[in-house]
């Protein structure tokens, strides 16, 4: 099965907001990912900790060499990931406390540009990473450095994969929702659901496969594939499209026991939607920023924008 991106030509520009750009080179079948990890390691003192130099490249072959999936992508096809990790501190037995941020980016059809489909951060992983330890896939046995990796690579995966076909993504987050059940039963730290991290792995596993939001899943693929993908041929379907997305989302927040889907995606894309309806009729930037305003007050000070 060839990955529903090779079936579109992305060749022209758009300007909705700040994109990543850069001509995309042709290539034979390849991996899913191209992923670039950046390890800051500031807040260490001591050499003991030189081996996390290492740590970088061995995570990025890790991630790129791996097949996650049984689809065939050309080497132009694979996700642009970018994983950002803090080391926060380290323990003599080389027991690290991280901070990390994924991000993923998705071409716009009929464009030379990309837009953030993936966008989480995750404050508590802790892992253990002494000198000379390799690293290896075992979906049998959960290791809190590979398998924190395995984790948000599927749901990396699902989340982008949600965006090219309604509920696509599935079967990744299956695969991520075993390896959270292999870490809560090896008692992880930072995978259980009753945390005060609102943000938690449990929790956003859990909401993905939960038949519960399935209709926001369904209206953020409806936002980028009949959004976005349309905007540079046809502006004004493609707002109106965004538009009902958005409004789907605001009936699905209401009847929603977890805000965190949500503000997966509002933190994602508010810049993003308000460059889309900035120079929209007044009705329909109007309309817009009531139900912004109403379903996502975090980002209230960009959306007011959208007044004048």
């Known amino acids: 099965m060839i990955h529903p991106k090779n079936t579109f ?9 700040a994109f990543f750009f850069g001509l995309i080179p042709q290539g034979s079948w390849a991996q899913e990912f191209n992923c670039d ?17 290492d740590l970088e490249t061995n995570l990025e072959a890790y991630i790129n060499d791996y097949e996650w999936s049984d689809q065939e992508f050309l080497e132009h096809e694979r996700l642009n990931c970018r994983i950002q990790i803090v080391i926060n501190s380290g323990t003599s037995d080389f027991i690290f406390s991280a901070e990390t941020v994924f991000q993923v980016q998705r071409p716009i059809y009929n464009t ?5 489909s993936v966008l989480i951060s995750d404050d508590t992983w802790q ?20 398998g924190y990796i395995d ?45 005060n991290n ?22 953020i ?17 493609a707002r109106q499209n965004i538009l009902d997305a958005l409004a789907s989302i605001q009936e699905a927040k209401r009847r929603s026991t977890s805000n965190l889907l949500f503000d ?40 007011d924008r959208l007044q004048n």
């Open 9 to 17: 030509n992305v060749i022209k520009h758009i300007i909705l907001c």
């Open 37 to 53: 990890v950046t390890l800051n390691t500031d807040q260490l003192e001591g050499s003991s900790f030189d081996h996390l130099e």
């Open 112 to 116: 030379t540009a990309q837009t953030t």
């Open 127 to 146: 892992f253990s990473y002494p000198e000379g330890k390799s690293l290896i896939h075992d979906e049998m046995q959960f290791d809190d450095l590979t």
């Open 151 to 195: 984790f948000f690579s599927y749901i990396m995966l699902g989340m982008d994969f949600d965006t090219f076909s309604e509920f696509g993504g599935e079967e990744y987050y299956v695969q991520a929702q075993n390896i959270l059940n292999l870490a809560e039963s090896a008692n992880s730290i930072g995978w259980s659901r009753s945390t």
């Open 198 to 219: 609102r943000r938690n792995r449990n929790m956003l596993v859990t909401d993905l496969v939960s038949p519960s939001y399935r209709s926001l899943r369904s209206a």
């Open 221 to 237: 693929y409806q936002y980028h594939r009949h959004g976005l993908d349309k905007f540079i041929n046809n502006p004004e379907e």
């Open 264 to 303: 997966v995606f509002f933190d994602t894309k508010y810049r993003e939607i308000t460059a889309a309806f900035t120079d929209a009729p007044t009705q329909i930037r109007l309309e817009a920023y009531d139900i912004l305003r109403q379903t996502d007050q975090g980002h209230l000070t960009e959306y």
